[in-house]
């Protein structure tokens, strides 16, 4: 076959993926309306916090300045949040329930629901300043109902800020740990580890960091929470165990696995010496 039928080859098969996700967003148009009304990019900007933190994290185990700073700036375009955002756009439209996805935007769009984004959006801003200090200092002296921390837990599903689950966790550092171990290796002239052996390894210590990972969760959600009412919280419960809340949380979950996932694979793509 010649380079110019392999050309058009390739040029149609663009073409047809290109059709196919226009038919997707076609059907579920007000999926991008959902995006911005849950403030999605900025939840998953938390992502590109933490693929600095792991990358700097090399920096300690003798990686070189100029190969730590080449995988850092490839890190930062595989899991830029406009990336993440797109992928996770891409599942929601082709898995479309445009029902659920219109009484889902509904619902953030109400008081209760921009309450609830506009506190995840603060917890962002928060994170190490005084209002949430001043905050948890307060939580400290006056006690915390278990009723409350109960209540806070069941909405959780309901913004992606306030929880990674652990596979998620996993699906994050695995080719970001991976990748620098090899690169050191390869500076240091040391063996790396088997594949098998770094997956139980990396398994192992992830695990033993849930606890700690699930306490971030519990005061992220109490610190985004703190206005929302008690009527206000049985609201978002109530849109959760609807068939939409149903929908949007498990879709969402598996939509920012996937995007994660996606990330992961652009990275080590990339991160090729």
């Not at 600095?52 to 994290?57: N, Q």
């Not at 070189?64 to 439209?93: C, F, G, K």
Request: glycine content about 6%.
């Amino acid at each position: 076959m010649g380079g110019t039928a392999r050309g058009l080859i390739r040029a149609c098969a663009a073409l047809a993926l290109a059709l196919a996700d226009a038919g997707a967003a076609a059907e579920c148009p007000e999926v991008k309306s959902l995006l911005r009304a849950t403030q999605t990019q900025a939840s998953v900007s938390g992502v590109t916090f933490a693929v600095r933190f792991v990358i700097t994290l090399a920096d300690d185990q003798g990686l070189s300045t100029a190969e730590m700073e080449r995988l850092h700036d490839v890190a930062i375009d595989s899991y830029s949040p406009i990336e993440l955002t797109n992928d996770i756009q891409h599942s929601l439209e082709t898995n479309c329930n445009a029902e659920a996805v219109a009484s889902a935007l509904t619902f953030y769009r109400s008081p209760t629901g921009v309450k609830l984004i506009r506190g995840s959006l603060e917890l962002r801003k928060a994170d190490g300043g005084g209002d949430k200090q001043a905050y948890f200092e307060t939580l400290r002296e006056e006690g915390l109902s278990s009723g409350r921390l109960d209540a806070v837990r069941s909405v959780k599903a309901a913004s992606l800020t306030f929880d990674v689950p652990p596979r998620v966790r996993l699906a994050l550092i695995r080719p970001l740990a991976l990748t620098t171990i090899r690169a050191i290796a390869a500076e240091q002239g040391v063996p790396t580890p088997t594949e098998s052996e770094f997956a139980e390894a990396l398994t192992r210590n992830v695990s033993a960091q849930n606890a700690y990972f699930d306490l971030q969760s519990d005061l992220a959600l109490l610190f985004a929470t703190r206005d929302l009412s008690v009527a206000e919280l049985q609201e978002v419960r109530s849109f959760l165990g609807s068939s939409a809340g149903v929908w949007y949380s498990e879709s969402m979950s598996r939509a920012f696995e996937g995007a994660v996932e996606k990330a992961g694979a652009r990275f080590t793509a990339a991160a090729k010496p």
